[in-house]
């Protein structure tokens, strides 16, 4: 979780994904328009339950196989658990963690592409490359920090509601429900993160005040409807409808924000386990000791330095 590039909408988003990303143009358009996603999604046919570990202490990293090969073997595991109607809900919250952590490590280790992508099945290659590619656009973006926010980490609101904002802001603007969702798993992984960015802005969609003044009808800024609703009209001011990545832009000026918000959307879009997944992961931080790992309940007034964090919460 780092701060990135402002703009003039929104900024920092160090605010949820923690770090960033390289250089990249526009990515190959995203699905639009899907059936909501539940938090069960449907698995493919005659396949065999995948055993899921429990998840680690809480505020504690997963542990992840050291071995690349390992790491993807295991990977493969959680993304078919992740997509199985039978998995528990404690199993798929610790698939989701699990699967997060591999992403970011792999993301980190491009060395290891030659012995992870040859072990993932065809049937989730899309999924594997787009998680990979959007992890590897947020981590060139991000700045190692030596302090941890002033932030309070809570809870996303519930997914029937984040659903019906993000479509009711479809049916306003025209805007992609996924890409809104895209945006706001990026700006502060749907809401969780609840500070005020070093850019100023505010809010579970990362408006700076003067912007959310001219698109957020009287609205309020902290308000998940009244944000999303926001950033439909945002966009579709941009141009949206004529020129995606353009509009994307405007929202945050780095085109490794874009890719990664291009990534996420059309997994979102296209694969019904992607948003109920996406939304059980956790909130990390890039700092100069590494990725740390911000629990719910996480919350400090004003900066604190990382070492005195870690002290007490080992990760």
């Known amino acids: 979780m780092v701060p990135v590039a402002v703009n003039a909408t929104s900024r920092a988003a160090a605010f949820a994904l923690g770090a960033m990303i390289a250089l990249v143009g526009c990515t190959s358009p995203a699905a639009r328009s899907t059936p909501s996603p539940s938090i069960q999604a449907p698995a493919p046919r005659n396949q065999t339950p995948v055993p899921v570990a429990p998840s680690p202490p809480l ?15 295991d990977l493969v595991a959680d993304e078919r658990a992740l997509r199985d109607p039978g998995t528990p809900e404690p ?8 699967e997060q952590a591999a992403y970011r490590a792999i993301g980190r280790h491009p060395e290891w592409d030659a012995t992870t992508r040859p072990r993932i099945p065809s049937e989730l290659l899309g999924v ?12 060139a973006m991000a700045h190692e920090r030596d302090t941890l926010p002033a932030w309070r980490i809570d809870p996303p609101p519930p997914v029937d509601g984040l659903m019906g904002d993000y479509h009711a802001a479809e049916a306003e603007s025209g805007v992609g429900w996924n890409y809104l969702a895209a945006i706001n798993l990026v700006e502060t992984r749907f809401g969780s993160i609840n500070g005020v960015s070093t850019a100023g802005a505010q809010g579970p ?8 003044a001219s698109y957020g009808n009287g ?14 009209r945002y966009l579709a001011a941009n141009g949206f409808a004529n020129d995606r990545d353009h509009a ?10 874009v890719q990664a918000v291009d990534d996420y959307a059309a997994l979102i879009g296209a694969d019904p386990a992607a948003f109920a997944t996406y939304y059980r992961w956790d ?5 100069t000791a590494g990725d740390v790992l911000l629990p719910i309940g996480y919350a400090e007034p004003s900066p604190i330095p990382v070492g005195d964090y870690l002290a007490s919460h080992p990760q």
């Open 248 to 257: 994307i832009y405007q929202y945050n000026h780095a085109h490794q924000y």
């Open 205 to 212: 969609m990362q408006f700076l005040p003067s912007t959310f």
């Open 59 to 73: 505020g504690a990293q997963p542990q992840l196989a050291t071995d690349p090969a390992q790491l993807a073997d």
């Open 219 to 232: 609205g309020d800024v902290n308000s998940p409807h009244d944000a999303i609703m926001a950033a439909g």
């Open 128 to 139: 594997y490359d787009g998680n990979v590619d959007a992890r590897r656009q947020l981590q």
């Open 283 to 287: 909130v990390y931080f890039v700092t």
């Open 91 to 98: 199993a798929l919250v610790a698939a989701a963690h699990r």
